[in-house]
């Protein structure tokens, strides 16, 4: 039986000295911010950590501009993608949608690896006329979340703390994914803490 932990929820409750995130629960409810081109795409296959190919393809249609062409776009993401890919990689997550309102990047530009790209092509803007800013409620499994990150969220519960982010690299079933909004205002510290409005 699935047995959600959602942290907002349980840094107002008085926990037992015997707490265990792992013992009793299954999943942690998580935030994913980004700016999808297709919301419908992700009840309907959940998230996949991307591949080369497919972030390639993401990264073309979402540079796609008069003054830059396929071989430029090309050239930038392999660059970045050769210096900048690590052990980090995965799908991240937020224990809170107002962590991800205050750090807005994902839901105004998306992929921060294409926003990499896009930056060392000068065309950073260009990201904001693609897909719609978007906050997913997702179930993740605990088994899908390293240790480390588990240990770290189960001392963050106990500390009352909402704060921070974690990743899994295992993909996420589209029955974990729960519900979206679309955020109407984000900071952009991108563009020195303005408040980005979205219009669509």
Request: hydrophobic share 35%.
């Amino acid at each position: 039986m699935k047995r959600i932990a959602i942290i907002e929820e349980l840094v107002e409750v008085k926990l037992t000295s015997t707490f265990n995130l792992s013992k009793e629960y299954t999943h942690i409810r998580g935030y994913h911010g980004c700016r999808p081109l297709d919301v419908e795409t992700y009840y309907l296959n959940g998230i996949k950590p991307l591949t080369k190919n497919d972030m390639l393809l993401e990264t073309l249609h979402r540079l796609k501009g008069t003054y830059i062409d396929d071989k430029k776009i090309r050239n930038a993401f392999e660059k970045r993608w050769q210096s900048e890919l690590s052990s980090e990689e995965g799908i991240w997550f937020t224990v809170s949608t107002e962590e991800l309102l205050n750090s807005g990047h994902y839901m105004i530009y998306g992929s921060e690896f294409i926003q990499a790209v896009a930056a060392d092509l000068l065309s950073h803007d260009l990201l904001k006329n693609h897909g719609i800013p978007t906050i997913f409620s997702i179930d993740i499994p605990l088994s899908n979340i390293s240790v480390d990150w588990l240990q770290c969220l189960e001392s963050n519960i106990i500390q009352k703390n909402t704060s921070g982010g974690y990743h899994t690299n295992s993909p996420i079933l589209a029955t974990n994914v729960i519900s979206h909004i679309h955020p109407n205002k984000i900071i952009d510290w991108h563009n020195g803490g303005e408040i980005y409005f979205n219009k669509i």
